[in-house]
């Protein structure tokens, strides 16, 4: 079984750029779901992706946006970069099954972005 | 508006002594509740949930919750630690039912000195 994984694991870019990280879920799993990280703060949930539509979203500026793709890999665009940006970008897949919505998270490893 | 309260920061504890890391959320439903640990350099990890019935619930590595609905808590205990449970952990909750978002404590970290 193929766990989350994301890519880059490390990125740097200066304010007012534009970033892509990228998530393959694992096997079977069918919903994504992005989150931001700061140093010293619990994961913030930005947004879930399922069956390719935006499920859900947190309090996070439109300047955040995702997709996901047929075979539920996913990604997180992130435009007009800014200072406050910088964190680790976690994401997590699950399987949701029609009718229940009670599976747990799957997570990977996550993208380490520093905004300079 | 959900939330998650997790009131120690920074516990340091000696091998063999007990813990208990407590977890306080806020929200005006039926909750599905979870323990992730994050080791050092590692992912985030599903310890335990809590779904429905036996508000007792046990996780891995000799861990355990309890749900208590009057008190919107869910205490992570262990009776007796080890080194190796050096890490962060973390508490969420997520409405149960459809699409809800998953909402996390600021964490804990836990060191265990041998």
């Known amino acids: 079984e193929t766990g989350v994984t994301q890519s880059p694991t490390h990125l740097i870019k200066t304010r007012g750029q534009q970033v892509t990280l990228r998530c393959s879920s694992q096997?079977?799993?069918?919903?994504v779901s992005w989150y931001q990280q700061a140093l010293g703060q619990g994961p913030q949930f930005i947004f879930q992706?399922?069956?390719?539509?935006?499920?859900g979203r947190g309090n996070f500026p439109p300047r955040f946006s995702g997709l996901q793709f047929p075979n539920y890999s996913s990604e997180l665009n992130v435009n007009a970069l800014e200072l406050d940006d910088s964190a680790l970008y976690l994401c997590?897949?699950?399987?949701?099954?029609?009718?229940?919505?009670?599976?747990?998270?799957?997570f990977g490893d996550g993208t380490r972005l520093s905004i300079l | 508006a959900q939330s998650v309260s997790q009131h120690n920061h920074h516990v340091i504890l000696s091998e063999a002594a007990s813990l208990e890391l407590g977890c306080n959320y806020s929200y005006g439903g039926t909750v599905n509740l979870f323990w992730y640990v994050q080791y050092p350099g590692q992912h985030l990890q599903l310890l335990l949930k809590y779904f429905s019935g036996d508000p007792l619930v046990k996780g891995i590595k000799g861990f355990e919750a309890e749900f208590i609905k009057s008190k919107f808590s869910f205490n992570l205990r262990k009776p007796s630690v080890q080194w190796s449970d050096t890490a962060e952990y973390f508490c969420?909750?997520?409405?149960?039912?459809?699409?809800?978002?998953?909402?996390f404590g600021t964490g804990t970290k836990l060191q265990v000195i041998p």
């Open positions: 992706y399922y069956r390719e539509e935006e499920n």
């Open positions: 997590a897949s699950s399987n949701r099954v029609r009718g229940s919505s009670n599976q747990p998270q799957h």
């Open positions: 969420a909750v997520k409405g149960s039912g459809g699409y809800q978002k998953v909402t």
């Open positions: 096997s079977g799993h069918n919903t």
